[in-house]
T-cell receptor, first 114, second 111 residues
Framework: NAGVTQTPKFRILKIGQSMTLQCTQD?????MYWYRQDPGMGLKLIYY???????DKGEVPNGYNVSRSTTEDFPLRLELAAPSQTSVYFC?????????????FGPGTRLTVT | LAKTTQPISMDSYEGQEVNITCSHN???????ITWYQQFPSQGPRFIIQ???TKVTNEVASLFIPADRKSSTLSLPRVSLSDTAVYYC????????????FGTGTRLTIIP
């Protein structure tokens, strides 16, 4: 199994541009998550999904959108990129709900908005 | 509001046992306690999980007292490769109660 994969690894965006961060897992996990991590800080939950077709907001959803059309894929869309969205983005998945189950994280996407 | 508190940083010498304690205020009856490890430029990695008493795996031990208001992650005979940030995520009360990773404990192993 490849686990959780994310693309791209790095990206530089200009203010106002848009992009989609891709996340795929091959473990047949129902639960998937998007986090952002600012330098020297912990992770903050952006959006999560409990299954295909079901998504919900996390702690910091503003400026982002997600969709979950399949069990495997959970893309994160940035509209009108702003410097405040410069961060490292991690996608994760779990078999069980996150209050009792192990989350598997991808390698991250480092995004810079200038 | 469920909340966890852990030290911001710790230093230890190679070969020593390191114990990192996390307090779990208002932990719910059915919540498990989990610990994650994060190396620079990588995503967090699950280390260990427990409900109460003691759990041991090939990486670490986890001690949870009967009242479950704290937990202690124990790393035996640390090496330089154990330098990382360690998290004991908490359940946040927004939405459907999701895990929230705070700033964690930055552990530095000194040669």
């Amino acid at each position: 199994n490849a686990g959780v994969t994310q693309t791209p690894k790095f990206r530089i965006l200009k203010i106002g541009q848009s992009m989609t961060l891709q996340c795929t897992q091959d473990m047949n996990h129902n639960y998937m998550y998007w986090y952002r991590q600012d330098p020297g800080m912990g992770l903050k939950l952006i959006y999560y999904s409990v299954g295909a077709g079901i998504t919900d907001k996390g702690e910091v959803p503003n400026g982002y959108n997600v969709s979950r059309s399949t069990t495997e894929d959970f893309p994160l869309r940035l509209e009108l990129a702003a410097p405040s969205q410069t961060s490292v983005y991690f996608c994760a998945s779990s078999l069980e709900p996150d209050d009792s189950g192990e989350q598997y994280f991808g390698p991250g996407t480092r995004l810079t908005v200038t | 509001l469920a909340k966890t508190t852990q030290p911001i940083s710790m230093d230890s010498y190679e070969g020593q046992e390191v114990n990192i304690t996390c307090s779990h205020n208002n932990i719910a009856t059915n919540d498990y306690i989990t610990w994650y490890q994060q190396f620079p430029s990588q995503g967090p990695r699950f280390i260990i999980q427990g409900y109460k008493t003691k759990v041991t795996n090939e990486v670490a031990s986890l001690f949870i007292p009967a009242d479950r208001k704290s937990s202690t992650l124990s790393l035996p005979r640390v090496s330089l490769s154990d330098t990382a940030v360690y998290y004991c995520p908490r359940i946040s009360n927004f939405g459907n109660e999701k895990l929230t990773f705070g700033t964690g404990t930055r552990l530095t192993i000194i040669p």
